[in-house]
C-alpha cells in the first residue's frame, strides 16, 4: 500500500515512520510512505504557499495553485476528471470523524494521497475540486495536518495483511468492529474544530478569485461584513449538518440559527438532528 503525504514540513515524517511496525512494514515492502514538500511547487523566491483570506479575518489560508500543482505531479486531476483515481484525503477539523471502521475500509485501497492543511486551512475549492473525504481524527485542535496523518497512516497501515505479522492481532482490539462505512458519497487542521457556538468552521478562501472554473462566493468580495458574517454562520451550520450533525445537538443555537437548520434540513433531507 502506498501513502502520499502533501506537507509544508516533509522532514516531520521522516522521524515519526522510523520505529515500530512502521519502519518494519516499509522494510519488507507492505507499506510505502512518501512525503511531498509543497514549497517546492511555489514560484516565488519566498516560496509562498498561503495568503489572506477573502472577507477577512485572522491567519492565512494555503492557496490552491500549489497544492493542485503538487498533486498533479502525483498524477492526481480533478475527481470529476478520473472518478478512478487514488483516493485523496484532506485532514480537516472539519472533516467527518476518522474511526476504526473507516481505517478498515481505507486499508483495501492501494493508494491514498492525504493533504495537511496548515493556518486556517485549505482554500476550499481543493476539497470539492480534488478531495474525495475530508477527515478529523478528534475534536480538539492542533497546528497542522501532519500529525493527523500520522494517525491516519498508522491505523491504517496496521490493518494492511501481513503488517501485523498475526493477521489476528487486529481483530480484537478497541473499535474493531467493522460497524460503519465511508459514505457512500465519499465525502471527505487547521484552526478550530468549532465556529462559534460548538459548530463547525466556515469554508475558507484566498487568491485567486477563480480557480479552475470555480469562484470565491460573490459575498466575500463585495465587503459587507454584516452579509459575510451571515453567509459564514450560515455556511456553519450547513456544514455541521452535513458532517457532524451530533454536534447540533448541543451547539447554541438562536432562534435565527434554528430557522436556518429547519431550510437546510428541507433543502437537503432529514439527515441531521432535529
Request: proline letters at 5%; a negative charge; one cysteine or more.
Amino acid at each position: 500500500m502506498r501513502f502520499d503525504v502533501v506537507t509544508i514540513f516533509p522532514g516531520f515524517f521522516a522521524g515519526v515512520f522510523a520505529h515500530g511496525i512502521v519502519r518494519r512494514a516499509q522494510a519488507e515492502g507492505l507499506v510505502t510512505i512518501e512525503a511531498l514538500d509543497l514549497r517546492s511547487f511555489a514560484h516565488d523566491r519566498h516560496r509562498t504557499v498561503d495568503d489572506r483570506p477573502f472577507g477577512g479575518g485572522e491567519g492565512m489560508v494555503l492557496k490552491p495553485e500549489p497544492l493542485a500543482e503538487a498533486l498533479a505531479s502525483l498524477g492526481i486531476g480533478p475527481k470529476a476528471q478520473d472518478p478512478n483515481r487514488p483516493s485523496v484525503i484532506l485532514l480537516s477539523a472539519q472533516g467527518r470523524p476518522f474511526t476504526q471502521a473507516l481505517a478498515r475500509e481505507l486499508a483495501g485501497l492501494e493508494r491514498i494521497v492525504l493533504l495537511c492543511g496548515r493556518y486556517e486551512g485549505v482554500d476550499e475549492r481543493i476539497n470539492q475540486l480534488y478531495c474525495d473525504v475530508e477527515l478529523s481524527i478528534g475534536d480538539y485542535v492542533l497546528s497542522g495536518g501532519e500529525l493527523a496523518a500520522a494517525v491516519v497512516i498508522d491505523a491504517v497501515m496496521r490493518l494492511v495483511p501481513g503488517v501485523l505479522g498475526n493477521e489476528a492481532s487486529g481483530e480484537f482490539e478497541s473499535f474493531g468492529a467493522p460497524d460503519s462505512q465511508i459514505d457512500a458519497d465519499r465525502q471527505g487542521v487547521p484552526r478550530s474544530q468549532h465556529g462559534a457556538g460548538g459548530l463547525l468552521d466556515y469554508p475558507h478562501y484566498t487568491r485567486p478569485a477563480e480557480f479552475e472554473g470555480l469562484r470565491v462566493p460573490e459575498v466575500l468580495l463585495q465587503g459587507d461584513h454584516r452579509q459575510i458574517r451571515c453567509w459564514r454562520r450560515e455556511q456553519q451550520i450547513r456544514k455541521t449538518f452535513l458532517n457532524r450533525p451530533d454536534l447540533l445537538e448541543r451547539a447554541e443555537l438562536s432562534v435565527e440559527d434554528r430557522k436556518l437548520l429547519k431550510t437546510i434540513r428541507d433543502q437537503m433531507g432529514d439527515v441531521g438532528v432535529k
